[in-house]
Every structure is written in structure tokens, then in C-alpha cells.
């Protein structure tokens, strides 16, 4: 009589252990989820329009929430136009006015040059998207990549303004390669 008294302990806490790792492991997910749907996301970098501020294949980790995307921000943000995520800085928000001076390789937000540290060559091709100087619609951004000569950004009719809905989050830190990582 004892012993299966034994046998039918041992047998609920078995299902009792087994449901709250289950349990666990489902929190765990929703939570996991939750953080890269709503939080943060990654990203991956591709091409050569950031170096050398970043390269390809560098992973980031996205911000999705806090404040809004400011001017010099880098964002990863979804392009129609190209049918891709697209990595690239924030050069104006929306209701600043860009002009561009190809001539001279400048960019200018609100009458001032839009310097960054890390740009290794100047604006030249205007891509064709739009004629200069312009106002950047509210709710909206106008993004370059650093490496300018090989970007394809707001320049371009492809990508042109961004709408705030389509920025995936700000990049905050670069976690791959690992001899790289570290904050941006």
C-alpha cells in the first residue's frame, strides 16, 4: 500500500516539475518576443553606403523605443524602393530644409554643414531624387549613408524621405564582429 502510494507521488511531482518548466520556457519566449518586437531588433548591415563607420555583415542592435530619431542617428529602416532594410545616418528631420552643393561636396541642414565624423569622401552624385534645397515633410527623414559615393539614400528617387513608420529603430550598439563590438 505504501509503495504505490510512493509511485503516485513521485509520478505528480513529475508532471508538476515538467508543467512549471513549461511554464518558464513559455514566459521566457512571450518575453524574448515582446523585447524584439516592441524594444529592440537587429540588423544587419549591407553593402559598403556606412563605411567606414560601419561594414558589411556588422550585426546591430536596434533601439525601437525611447525617443524619437534624431539628426545624426544611424537607423535601419524598411526601403520599398529597394526591397530591402537599408542602413543609413539621419541627415534631416522633418520641417528642416537640405541643400546639397555638389559642386562642393556639402550638405547643409538649416543653412548649416551637416559634418559627421568617419565620412571619408564628399556628396557629388545627386542620384537624381530631388532638386535642391527642399523641406523635409513632417513625420518624415532624409538619410544618407557616410559613404557617400556608394550610398544609395534620400538622394535617390528609390529611397527618397523616409517615413517614420518605416524606421525599424535606432542602432545603439554593434555586436557583430565581435572584435567590433561595443556601442555606436
Known amino acids: 500500500m505504501f509503495s504505490d502510494f510512493k509511485i503516485h507521488r513521485n509520478h505528480d511531482a513529475f508532471w508538476d516539475e515538467l508543467l512549471d518548466w513549461l511554464k518558464t520556457v513559455c514566459?521566457?519566449?512571450l518575453f524574448v518576443i515582446l523585447c524584439f518586437t516592441y524594444v529592440g531588433r537587429?540588423?544587419?548591415?549591407?553593402?559598403?553606403?556606412m563605411e567606414s563607420t560601419l561594414y558589411e555583415d556588422d550585426m546591430l542592435?536596434?533601439?525601437?523605443?525611447?525617443r524619437e530619431p534624431a539628426q545624426g542617428d544611424v537607423v535601419a529602416c524598411n526601403c520599398e524602393g529597394l526591397g530591402e532594410v537599408i542602413v543609413k545616418r539621419v541627415a534631416a528631420v522633418g520641417g528642416q530644409q537640405v541643400d546639397i552643393d555638389f559642386e562642393a561636396g556639402k550638405v547643409y541642414v538649416d543653412g548649416k554643414e551637416f559634418t559627421v565624423d568617419g565620412i571619408e569622401n564628399i556628396t557629388t552624385d545627386s542620384e537624381s531624387g530631388f532638386e535642391y534645397p527642399l523641406t523635409v515633410p513632417q513625420g518624415y527623414y532624409f538619410v544618407l549613408g557616410d559613404n557617400r559615393q556608394h550610398?544609395?539614400?534620400s538622394r535617390s528617387s528609390f529611397v527618397g524621405f523616409v517615413s517614420r513608420d518605416d524606421i525599424l529603430g535606432r542602432a545603439v550598439f554593434r555586436i557583430l564582429p565581435l572584435e567590433k563590438f561595443g556601442r555606436l
Open 61 to 66: 542592435i536596434l533601439l525601437s523605443v525611447g
Open 42 to 49: 537587429t540588423a544587419i548591415v549591407n553593402g559598403r553606403s
Open 27 to 29: 514566459i521566457t519566449m
Open 151 to 153: 550610398s544609395t539614400d
